[in-house]
């Protein structure tokens, strides 16, 4: 399977969880969270579709959380 179908269906898988589970943010901050987790697996030379997906769910959810926390401190101290 060529890098590109390997890329297409981990992003596919990844988005598809996180967006049944009502997790899915922004749609274009989103993609670009999953996409960079994604390529960054790749640089290590991961090419496993479900590590990547699942990695990039994982990352996701650790940028969902800072993004949230982030938002709490700025509607704390405005």
């Not at 590590?51 to 940028?63: F, G, P, Q, V």
């Not at 993004?67 to 101290?77: E, G, V």
Request: glycine share 6%; charged share 25%.
């Amino acid at each position: 399977m060529s890098i590109r179908c390997t890329v297409e269906s981990a992003f596919f898988i990844a988005w598809s969880c996180l967006e049944q589970s009502g997790e899915l943010g922004p749609p274009d901050e989103s993609a670009n969270v999953i996409l960079d987790a994604i390529e960054a697996q790749l640089k290590t030379g991961e090419r496993r579709q479900l590590m990547l997906a699942n990695r990039a769910i994982d990352a996701y959810r650790a940028h969902a959380t800072l993004r949230r926390s982030s938002w709490d401190r700025q509607a704390r101290f405005g």
